[in-house]
């Protein structure tokens, strides 16, 4: 069978506990109780028909400065365990680039990050937004405590300024 990375609209509850239910605190950010956003679209790597590897998508328009931009967001980004280190996660986050370029037609990929993670995703063309970024929680307007990093999809710059995210992170 192999290894195949297929796109849904959401996970079953079987792929949800192999993926994600595999240890505490395994994204890191479980412990500052944050609200996040669910993904409208998952691609998840397959090995042998078992779910490995996960990059959730979805779609929203955040504020750079002045300006209003389209974006994929990525969150969810997964690898379970026994498959880490076979770079399984970046041929998804690879095929993740095609769907939110090609099929989505946004002008950028952006995802926050833990300062740990940022060489992994820079190595794949992802690049570090220095502005500051807010985003909505229950109690109010936060300043992220993540990187918020972007991935052209086009031709534009990134806008300069604060990034204003309207709802949840993702």
């Known amino acids: 069978m192999g290894v195949e990375i297929r796109i849904a609209d959401r996970l079953g509850d079987d792929e949800h506990r192999t993926l ?6 395994i994204f890191g950010t479980e412990d500052a109780l944050y609200r996040w956003r669910p993904k409208d679209y998952h691609l998840i790597t397959e090995e042998d028909g078992r779910a490995v590897s996960h990059v959730g998508v979805l779609v929203t328009t955040v504020r750079a400065g002045e300006t209003d931009v389209r974006v994929a967001g990525i969150g969810g980004v997964v690898t379970v365990p026994e498959a880490q280190g076979r770079h399984l996660v970046h041929a ?4 993740a680039t095609e769907f939110m ?5 946004v002008e ?3 995802l926050f990050c833990l300062p740990r993670l940022v060489p992994f995703y820079a ?12 985003f909505d929680q229950p109690s ?5 405590p993540f990187r918020v990093m972007v991935l052209p999809c086009g031709l534009r710059e990134w806008p300069a300024g604060k990034v204003e995210v309207s709802g949840f992170p993702w």
């Open 101 to 105: 370029r090609d099929e989505l037609g």
């Open 123 to 134: 190595r794949q063309g992802w690049r570090l937004v220095e502005e500051e970024a807010e």
């Open 108 to 110: 950028f990929g952006m």
């Open 20 to 25: 994600f239910g595999w240890g505490e605190n």
């Open 92 to 95: 998804a986050m690879k095929r």
């Open 140 to 144: 109010g307007k936060v300043v992220s």
